[in-house]
């Protein structure tokens, strides 16, 4: 007989909630929510408190008791991405349509400047600073590492202009892969891949090639506000991009992907879809690879992707995985997949370590953060600069 799956404490379930516990037991009052009591308390089905959870969210939020509480706190207007009917546009061009092409020349494109490597010396700091780590350090640690090693060989990164920020974009986007140990290579896909495996197949340098594409910008997600608040001080251009990775560094953003590669792995070694899903669950901050509140269904991105795994080394075993957990996510929580799956369905089809697909994340989006930090630059300084609305004794 199996062991019964893991379920939520109160107290997880109402922080998944956002909710107090008072509120929770409203909840199983009025029918909304089943608990099971026990010696330790009440429990929750983990996979019914996140369906509960999406329900919530996709009912209209209620207008905010002060002009300055709630969301949206404010608008900035941006001609980078938008999302159109479940369509992810750069500058108005459905990004799936540009998947195909080399990730550098839909940079060019994007920003509107001709590539420039980076320069050896500045590699080789952001090298030894990526050496100088403990071999546990994690992908997103060597990216910050790099990135300081990039800035420390820089003297003319103070320059606060657009130009002076897709150089220094030039530099990340081209010397990262190289830092992080690939091999330099015009295709920057190529360069990244070549870091993990010796050789890689077409097939996967251009499944890599896709997801930088696809990655590059996504409205105005609080890494890319992060840039922006540090552009509008004149932050230079890496210490914007730092910015944004400190607040790419969550679990709530890139680290899902991390997240979701960790619950891909355990049912690709035989773990039941809903026990590995309750268990990742016990976190109490959402099933890491379903749902994104600005899509309907699939995530635009994940289902540009999806079809590429077929292609891949272990695609089938993958694919087949995939398959089973969107089976169960659906049934029980109704919620679509997002980049996240598809990242982590990317990883393990190529077998690349569980954080490749954080790497891949921040080197494609580093192009939408300088995008925005140039976009940042021509305008008033200190503009993103909140007043507080202080609520104390």
Known sequence: MPAPLPRLTAAQAASRLGVKPATLYAYVSRG???????????????????????????????????????????????????????????????ARDLAGRP?????????GAERVDAPDTAIGSARA???????????????????????????????????????????????????????PHPDLARALVSAWLPGPSEPVVAAVNAALVLLIDHDLAVSTFAARVAASARA???????AALGAADSPLHVSAAT??????????????????????????????????????GVDDRADALFPLLAALP????????????????????????????ALAALASATRLPEDTAATVFVIGRTAGWIAHIAAEYAEPTMRLRPRGEYVGP
């Open 314 to 341: 272990d695609g089938e075993g993958t694919t087949d995985a995939v398959r089973r957990l969107r089976e169960v996510v659906a049934d029980r929580a109704r919620l679509a997949p997002n980049v996240d799956l």
């Open 32 to 94: 909304l929510l089943a608990r099971e009591r026990g010696p330790h308390g009440s429990t929750f089905d983990a996979l019914e408190v996140e369906a509960f959870a999406a329900a919530r969210r996709r009912t209209t939020a209620p207008a905010p008791s002060h002009p300055t509480t709630g969301l949206p706190l404010g608008v900035i207007r941006t001609d980078i991405a938008d999302i159109e009917d479940d369509d992810l546009l750069y500058r108005g061009r459905r």
């Open 103 to 111: 990730f550098a020349d839909v940079v060019a494109w994007l920003w």
């Open 129 to 183: 600073m990526v050496q100088a780590l403990p071999s546990h350090a994690g992908a997103m640690d060597r990216l910050r590492a790099a990135i300081t090693g990039f800035a420390a060989d820089d003297p003319l990164r103070r320059d606060a202009s657009p130009a002076t920020a897709h150089r220094i974009g030039w530099t990340l986007l081209t010397g990262l892969p190289v830092a992080l140990g690939g091999h």
């Open 236 to 242: 230079d251009g890496y210490a914007a991009v730092s």
């Open 259 to 296: 997240r979701t590669a960790a619950l891909l792995a355990r049912v690709r070694r035989g773990l039941e879809p809903e026990r590995a899903l309750a268990e990742a669950l016990q976190g109490g901050i959402g099933i890491p690879g379903f749902g994104h509140p600005l899509y309907r």
